[in-house]
């Protein structure tokens, strides 16, 4: 079981999240199979220091709801930068993955260093 390292600082966020999603699938491998998990773990470094580019930090927004009438909660791609940037890192990946069987188990091959 080998490790792959990518280097994501200076980098939009949405580039390196494509990037990674496509390691994750195996897509860089000669022996690329759509129904396999690789076996490399991919540790993904300088994720504090990818760029966002355009207006998307004001402008980008995130919505949750609770499923209560009238309680739907907004965020900013600032505001969640702030607070947590590796599990948005991680939602940008898991959205570039497909919906399979395999979305967890290839998530559980990604591993974020700041």
Do not use: C, W
Request: charged share 30%; hydrophobic share 40%.
């Amino acid at each position: 079981m080998g490790q792959i390292n990518y280097n994501a600082s200076g980098k939009s966020m949405g580039r390196a999240a494509s990037d990674v999603a496509r390691i994750l699938m195996g897509k860089n491998k000669v022996n690329f199979a759509p129904n396999q998990v690789i076996e490399d773990v991919v540790v993904v470094e300088g994720i504090d220091q990818m760029i966002v580019t355009g207006r998307k930090l004001t402008q980008k927004k995130y919505y949750r709801h609770s499923g209560y009438i009238g309680n739907i909660k907004e965020k900013s791609l600032r505001e969640r930068k702030n607070e947590n940037i590796s599990l948005l890192f991680r939602e940008m990946v898991a959205g570039m993955l497909p919906d399979s069987r395999l979305l967890k188990k290839r998530l559980a091959k990604l591993q974020l260093k700041k």
